[in-house]
């Protein structure tokens, strides 16, 4: 298969037979006809890509890099993706491939450390819940621009309150007078005297732009905290269902329907992007927004700082989407023989380009919209959802037409969104598929749509006038430290327990024999580098580790335990399953611990065509029982 393959769709030739299974849509060509693998080359990489590259390419990394030394921040960003980022890709994805299974029954590998694959499903399964209500902001922020003036272009009274301004108000400031002396008073008085206040010295009012009170006021409709759920936003409500059947309408055959869409969804926001770019690029200000960006603005002396180094591992870690199953759950659609390591340098370097490549176009339209408000670009810089539908959505309202350059970036995060969320849901489908391949092979479609709709009524509180603290809530405590702790895990058991060179002779099994200095640089940082670096990064996240707050608002006690528990419920299995295997083993306590510790009878290549000497003991796992733990559809197929 061709990198260049076009999709079905866009081929001449005979229809596809629509049906709700997916037992007869396998190609004569796919290796393995029961699980299904990719169409082509280029679906799988564009996948991957699209998982990889989300928002927060665009609105986290231009900002850290602002924040940690422009572009001095580039040297511990690309050292970290070659030390932590880029291996634990690698890993993942070779892992995935082996053994064509998911991202909880790969742990045949190590059945001690199971619940590791357990903990990052729920993981993600939290994550994909509030990431569509993102992805619900986007889409009525996008819809919100199909008027001739955007809505949050002036304060409408509809929505604003006396606090909402356009331009900042200065209430007093220094002034020279005639006789030389320097006095502060009052501005009005100031501008009585014809006097000029002094650099610097202007005390402001207390406003907020018009931008800024839509987003809380008119699109959230936010109310005082979590503790104040209000009732539900229904147009956020009717979006966050459109977002879920935009997901469930790509995912309805797996990876045969998402391979598809990702053609559009993953390569758009590059075109998107290259648009904003070009216009921000001819404005007045951007040359300052981009130099404060990644030009002259740059402090090398950021580098002696360690904050600097754990936030450019931080942000490689959670932007390649390593340990979230999503690599392992799409790599495993690959034919045996597939070039893995080439895969993820390409997806890492392209995703590390794409962050670096947003930034430009994010900073030459804030570096207008500073020169426009007679700012320094640090003080309308911000991050997350501010930068997403604040800071840049005022920029935007300053352009010429602006509703079309506010459609354009909605349209992109909308696209970039998608991507991530159609990886993440196929991360819990195949862990289903593994579990069950006869039923998900007959019910594709009802199951599917069942998963969507199951996370449609869970994401509603989200939806809420107390969303946006839930949103946020979710965010702190299931998208940090518990997926770097699992990580962690990963590399311990397949290095030093499995055995770090016995998984080199696996991948060689697929992308045949290198060289010993080949592999002396991935077992360096497989075996030390790299879990010391997430090591650290997990130390410090945890110490630092703070309550969460939604800018001044903190959030009440309760609201904090639901999080200790969201989190705390995602990592108990790991312990949970541990015992339950050793338990479940034959002989005595140490016996019981070294069974677990090696590999099941089922553990290989999931075709006897690829098992080759090395793995010609592996017996055909039935399919049923593949989680290994006790389900009434596991105790049925005994009974027969």
């Not at 002259?296 to 931080?314: G, H, I, Y």
């Not at 130390?539 to 608002?553: K, Q």
């Amino acid at each position: 298969m061709g990198w260049l393959n076009l999709p079905a769709c866009l081929r001449c030739g005979q229809k596809e037979e629509f049906t709700l299974s997916t037992e007869k849509i396998a190609d004569k060509d796919e290796e393995n006809a029961e699980r299904g693998n990719w169409s082509s080359k280029t679906d799988y990489l564009l996948s991957m890509v699209g998982y990889a590259v989300g928002l927060g390419n665009v609105w986290r990394f231009p900002y850290l890099t602002y924040q940690n030394g422009g572009g001095a921040f580039l040297i511990p960003y690309t050292i970290m993706l070659a030390l932590a980022g880029l291996p634990l890709f690698f890993m993942e994805c070779s892992l995935g491939q082996f053994a064509s299974l998911g991202p909880i029954s790969i742990w045949r590998i190590l059945p001690l450390l199971q619940g590791v694959g357990i903990t990052m499903v729920l993981i993600s399964t939290f994550v994909t819940i509030y990431y569509n209500v993102i992805i619900g902001y986007s889409l009525y922020y996008l819809f919100a621009s199909f008027r001739s003036e955007l809505p949050w272009a002036s304060c409408d009274p509809e929505w604003a309150d006396e606090l909402c301004s356009k331009t900042a108000i200065v209430l007093s400031c220094n002034a020279t007078q005639n006789d030389g002396t320097i006095i502060h008073a009052n501005y009005s008085w100031v501008q009585s005297q014809n006097l000029t206040c002094l650099n610097e010295t202007s005390k402001f009012a207390d406003t907020q732009v018009p931008s800024e009170q839509y987003w809380n006021k008119k699109a959230l409709q936010r109310s005082s905290g979590l503790d104040e759920t209000g009732q539900i936003v229904w147009y956020l409500a009717l979006c966050l269902l459109l977002s879920w059947l935009i997901v469930g309408a790509a995912l309805f055959k797996g990876i045969k329907s998402s391979g598809k869409v990702v053609y559009f969804t993953a390569i758009f926001p590059y075109v998107i992007l290259i648009v904003l770019l070009v216009r921000g690029a001819t404005l007045e200000g951007a040359h300052e927004g981009i130099e404060y960006y990644i030009g002259r603005q740059s402090n090398f002396t950021k580098l002696m700082e360690a904050e600097v180094w754990k936030d450019a591992a931080t942000q490689i870690f959670f932007s390649l989407s390593v340990a979230w199953g999503g690599l392992v759950a799409l790599s495993s659609y690959n034919k045996f023989h597939n070039n893995c390591y080439s895969d993820a340098i390409f997806v890492c370097v392209t995703n590390c380009l794409t962050s670096i490549f947003a930034g430009f176009a994010i900073f030459s339209i804030l570096g207008h919209m500073a020169f426009k408000a007679g700012k320094k670009v640090s003080e309308v810089v911000d991050s997350g959802f501010d930068l997403a539908f604040v800071a840049y959505p005022e920029a935007l309202s300053k352009l010429p037409v602006a509703p079309l350059w506010s459609f354009l970036f909605f349209f992109m995060l909308l696209l970039l969104g998608l991507d991530s969320q159609f990886a993440t849901v196929e991360t819990i489908t195949t862990t289903i598929h593994d579990l069950y391949p006869r039923l998900m092979n007959k019910m594709r479609i009802p199951m599917t749509m069942g998963l969507c709709l199951l996370l449609f009524l869970l994401g509603l509180v989200c939806v809420t006038q107390a969303g946006i603290y839930w949103v946020n809530l979710v965010d702190h405590f299931c998208a940090g430290w518990g997926i770097l702790f699992a990580a962690v895990l990963e590399l311990v058991g397949i290095c030093w327990i499995y055995g770090g060179n016995r998984f080199i002779q696996d991948i060689e099994m697929m992308i045949g024999k290198k060289s010993f200095w080949f592999w002396l640089w991935w077992r360096a940082c497989w075996f030390f580098i790299t879990p010391c670096l997430l090591l650290a990064i997990l130390v410090w996240s945890l110490v630092t580790f703070a309550p969460p707050t939604y800018g001044s608002i903190k959030y009440p006690s309760w609201g904090s335990a639901i999080g200790w528990c969201m989190i705390i419920f995602c990592l108990i299995w790991i312990p949970i399953v541990a015992v339950y295997k050793i338990i479940k083993a034959n002989g005595n306590l140490w016996q019981r611990i070294v069974i677990c510790c090696k590999p099941t009878d089922t553990w290989g290549p999931a075709l006897a065509s690829h098992r080759g000497e090395r793995y010609s003991h592996v017996i055909d796992p039935v399919k049923e029982k593949d989680i290994e733990i006790p389900t009434v559809d596991a105790y049925i197929h005994k009974m027969e």
